[in-house]
């Protein structure tokens, strides 16, 4: 299995509304990425989990809050967004280079969701 | 200095021909290079990546081409075709001293169109 898999594909919430979005990897990588991504863009860093612990938050607003119940999960809670948080959203995982003597290159992206905040 | 600047922003070649998009980094710390292939609606797929260590990786259609004395990469896809009309992004990345989680630093992104 070599793949980063993301539900849902789509989702249309609120202002007002809870919501999570959710990845999963197969592939024994002990590192997880959220990235936003708007049209025309180049993805963004969000958050990265390292051995199921966060080691990044590029300055992400709370209204986004990460968590990493093991080391293949990854979710992304939502609450309270604001239109402007309309984009595709993606996941990512790598294999994590600790112990290792070259970079790997195990890089590897799902889908993503695309959210649409009304 | 993390930027990576990528031209051209969009790219018209007709099918058959050489399509070349370049890349320069600041950051000489930067110890990986990977080239990513996104189609509208899908997230980026990793197409081709080299080390440092390498002035060239060739694989299939695709290669790379890295210059680091003059902190440049550049990717030609050769006989260009219709399918591989998509955006393309060059990207950078540094391995921490924890030596775990990899951040990749993207370029801007070239829109590719191949005509038919």
């Known amino acids: 299995d070599t793949e980063v898999t993301q539900t849902p594909k789509h989702l249309v919430m609120g202002m007002t509304n809870k919501k999570s979005l959710k990845c999963e990897q197969h592939?024994?990588?002990?590192?997880m990425y959220w990235y936003k991504q708007k049209a025309k863009k180049p993805p963004e860093l969000m958050f990265v989990?390292?051995?199921?612990?966060?080691?990044i938050n590029e300055s992400v607003p709370s209204r986004f809050s990460p968590e990493c119940p093991n080391s293949s999960l990854l979710n992304l809670h939502l609450h309270a967004l604001q239109p402007e948080d309309s984009a595709l959203y993606l996941c990512?995982?790598?294999?994590?280079?600790?112990?290792?003597?070259?970079?790997?290159?195990?890089?590897?992206f799902g889908s993503g969701t695309r959210l649409t905040v009304v | 200095q993390q930027q990576v600047k990528q031209s051209p922003q969009s790219l018209i070649v007709q099918k058959g021909g050489i399509s070349i998009i370049n890349c320069a980094y600041e950051?000489?710390?930067?110890?990986?290079f990977p080239w990513y292939q996104q189609f509208p609606g899908k997230g980026p797929a990793l197409l081709i990546a080299i080390r440092p260590d390498v002035s060239e990786k060739k694989e299939g259609r695709f290669t790379i081409s890295f210059n680091k004395s003059a902190k440049q990469f550049s990717l030609h896809i050769m006989d260009s075709q219709p399918g591989d009309s998509a955006t393309y992004f060059c990207?950078?990345?540094?391995?921490?001293?924890?030596?775990?989680?990899?951040?990749?630093?993207f370029g801007s992104g070239t829109q590719l169109t191949v005509l038919p």
């Open positions: 990207a950078a990345s540094v391995t921490r001293s924890s030596g775990s989680a990899r951040q990749l630093t």
């Open positions: 592939m024994g990588h002990r590192a």
């Open positions: 950051n000489t710390a930067f110890d990986y």
């Open positions: 989990y390292s051995y199921e612990k966060l080691s």
């Open positions: 990512a995982s790598s294999p994590g280079d600790r112990g290792l003597p070259v970079p790997s290159e195990g890089y590897t």
